[in-house]
C-alpha cells in the first residue's frame, strides 16, 4: 500500500474568530493561516504481510507524526513530568529500556515487566506481553496511567497540553482544527509509532533478494530455526502472534500469571505473546520480566532451564518425560549468528524517531 498524495489545510485563527466571529476584522497577525500537512509514505515492506493497523482512519501525516514524537519524548505525559515514553522506550535498544531488567517509571518505582521493543507494531494485533491492549491507540493509555510507569491520568495529561504554550497550535496544526483532546494525542501517538518500521536488517534483504549473502554459519543458524523455533516464531516477524507457556519457571516474587490475566482462564496460565525475534541482537534483556541476559543464556535455557506446568506447550515435552528443545552446542553458536542478521541499524539510527 502506497499513500502519496498531498493536502493542504486552511486554517482559520481560532484564538481571534472567536473572538470577533467576523473574518473581515482579523488583523494581520492573525490573518488565516496556511499549514501544509503532507501524508506520510506508509509502505508495507514487499517480504511483510499486510498491515493490521488501519492506515485509512489515521492517515500519518508530516504534522501528526511530528506531534506524536513530541509526545513521546515529553516528560509531562508522567505525573513527575519526567518519565516519558521514550524513558522507557529508548531508540539506540529498537525502544526497550537496557539499565533496567524490568522497567522503572516515577518516583522509581519497578514494574513487573520488561519494556518491549517498539517496531512493526502496524502489523501486530494485540499488545504487551498479555495482550491486554487489543487497539495501538488505546495501548498508552496502559502506561501513563500504571503507577509503576507514568502515575499520571489521561484528563490531567489533556490539561497540562491545553495550558503549553506549544500544544494547542500543533494540535490544529496536525488536526486541522482547533482541540486538544485525548483522542487525538493517541491518533498522533499512533501515527509517531505506526511509522517505526524495522525492515532493512541483512535477513530482510535476503528475503527481497537484495544483494547480501548469509555466511556458512548464519545459513545453518537459519536451518536450525526453521526446524526448533519458526513454529512460534513464525514467519518474516518471527512471530505467530500466539500465546504460550515456554517454561520459564515462575519467579516467586512478581508471580505474573500472563495471558490469565486478561482471559481469567486458568488454561491461559503462565502464557505471554510469543515476542517477535527482529532486532533480539540489542533488545536484552529477554523474556516477559528480563530474567536471562544475553542470547546464550536464552537458548541455555531452551534445552537445560524449562519448568513443568499443565499449560506448558507441548513442543517441549520430549519422548523421555525430559523437558526442553536438543540443541547441541555448535547449533547454539549458528543459531545465535542467525539471530544476528535480524538487527537494523538504519532503523536504531533513523534520525526521524530520535529525540534530538
Ligand atoms: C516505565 C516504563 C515505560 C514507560 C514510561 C512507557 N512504557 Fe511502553 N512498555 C513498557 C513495558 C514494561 C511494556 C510491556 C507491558 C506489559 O507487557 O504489560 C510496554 C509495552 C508497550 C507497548 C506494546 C508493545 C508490543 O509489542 O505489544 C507499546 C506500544 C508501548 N509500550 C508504548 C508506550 C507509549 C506510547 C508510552 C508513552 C505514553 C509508553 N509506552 C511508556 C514500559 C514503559
Ligand atoms: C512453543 C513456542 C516457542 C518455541 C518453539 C520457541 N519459543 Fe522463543 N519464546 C516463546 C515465548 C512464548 C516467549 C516469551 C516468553 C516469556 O517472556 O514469558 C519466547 C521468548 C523468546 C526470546 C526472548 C525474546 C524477548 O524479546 O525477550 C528469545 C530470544 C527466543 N524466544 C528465542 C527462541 C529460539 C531461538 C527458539 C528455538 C531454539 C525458540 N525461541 C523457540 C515461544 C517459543
Redesign the pocket.
Known sequence: MKITHYFILILLCWSCSSESGDADTIATDDSPMTVTNPLLDFTVPSNFPDATYSIIQNPPTEKGFELGKKLFYDGQLASDGVVSCGFCHIQSFAFTHHTHITSHGVDGQIGTR?A??LHNLAFMNEFT?DGAATFLDTQPIIPITAEVEMNETVSNVIAKLNADDDYPTLFAEAFGSEGVSADRMFKALSQFMVMMVSANSKYDKLERGEAVTFTDEENAGRA??DT??A???AGTLQTDQS????G?PVDPEFNDI?RERVTGLPSDNR?????S?RN?EI?FP????GRLGT?ED??DF?TDGMEDSPTL?D??RRPDGTLG?D?TPEEKVQ?IAF?KTLTDNDFIEDRRFAEF
Request: with cysteine; hydrophobic share 40%.
Open positions: 520488561n518491549q521493543p506481553w536450525v530455526f526448533k523455533c513454529s512460534c516464531h500465546y504460550r507457556n515456554n520459564l500472563g502464557k505471554f505473546k510469543v515476542p525475534l533480539i533488545t529477554y523474556m516477559h520480566d542470547l536464552v537458548l531452551y506447550d513442543q517441549f528443545l540443541i543459531l539471530l
